[in-house]
């Protein structure tokens, strides 16, 4: 069995500061980690994903998150974030790559202020 | 590539009545469909599996007679609620997965049954 727990349900962050969403894992089989963007009555939209190689991946709008095996860690980063940032981020996990169902972290609501 | 058309967007529907929600995969054959449902503020709970040509697999809990899936073709699949009540009411969201694209998901369909 697989799961992932998110433990920051909200995130403020102010604008141009730099933001680290926190994810953690478990699995008992290879895993296969993403973290997914949500905006308000929309569907959900791939940042990013770890399927093998570079335990540090690059995503769309800047993210960034790095794979580390032994803290079972997936956390998400952005440097310097904008208001348009300002959304619900979901990580998941799955033991395969389109073949298995993801599971869900319960979400991280994150804030800009301007 | 990798789009996935969830129709319809919003749908109000009467206690009682059937609707029926489409997920195509435009440019890409899915070997499997995913069917989740959301509540305000929650994460995505996973109610089906589907592959093409079979039958679907509900997740525990989930009433497979109230929510009816069929997989008709390597693009299509749909859910159709039946005999809707409010309780019913939530943001459904599909995802089309592929060896090749992953996790690709519809944009949600809101539904409020009255």
């Known amino acids: 069995a697989q799961s992932v727990t998110q433990l920051d349900s909200q995130v403020p962050v102010f604008e141009e500061a730099p933001v680290e969403l926190r994810c953690n894992y478990s699995?008992?089989?290879?895993?296969?980690l993403f973290w997914y963007v949500q905006y308000p009555n929309q569907g959900l939209q791939l940042l990013l994903k770890?399927?093998?190689?570079?335990?540090l991946v690059k995503g769309i709008n800047g993210f960034e998150a790095e794979f580390n095996k032994s803290q079972t860690s997936f956390h998400l980063r952005k440097p310097s974030v904008h208001i348009s940032d300002t959304a619900e981020y979901f990580c998941?996990?799955?033991?395969?790559?389109?073949?298995?169902?993801?599971?869900f972290g319960t979400g991280t609501r994150l804030t800009i202020i301007p | 590539g990798a789009v996935v058309s969830q129709h319809p967007s919003r749908v109000i529907c009467k206690s009682g009545t059937s609707v029926k929600i489409e997920c195509r995969s435009l440019?890409?054959?899915?070997?499997?469909m995913f069917w989740y449902r959301q509540f305000p503020k929650q994460s995505l709970m996973l109610m089906a599996t589907?592959?093409?040509?079979?039958?679907?697999?509900?997740e525990q809990g989930v009433e497979k007679d109230k929510f009816l899936i069929n997989h008709a073709s390597l693009t299509l699949s749909t859910l159709t609620v039946t005999s809707a009540h409010p309780e019913d009411s939530s943001f459904y969201i599909c995802?089309?997965?592929?060896?090749?694209?992953?996790?690709?998901f519809g944009s949600g369909t809101r539904l409020t049954v009255v």
């Open positions: 440019d890409f054959q899915a070997t499997t």
């Open positions: 998941a996990v799955s033991g395969g790559f389109g073949n298995e169902k993801l599971t």
């Open positions: 995802s089309a997965a592929s060896g090749t694209y992953g996790y690709t």
């Open positions: 770890y399927l093998s190689g570079s335990t």
């Open positions: 699995s008992s089989v290879s895993v296969y």
């Open positions: 589907s592959n093409e040509g079979s039958k679907a697999t509900y």
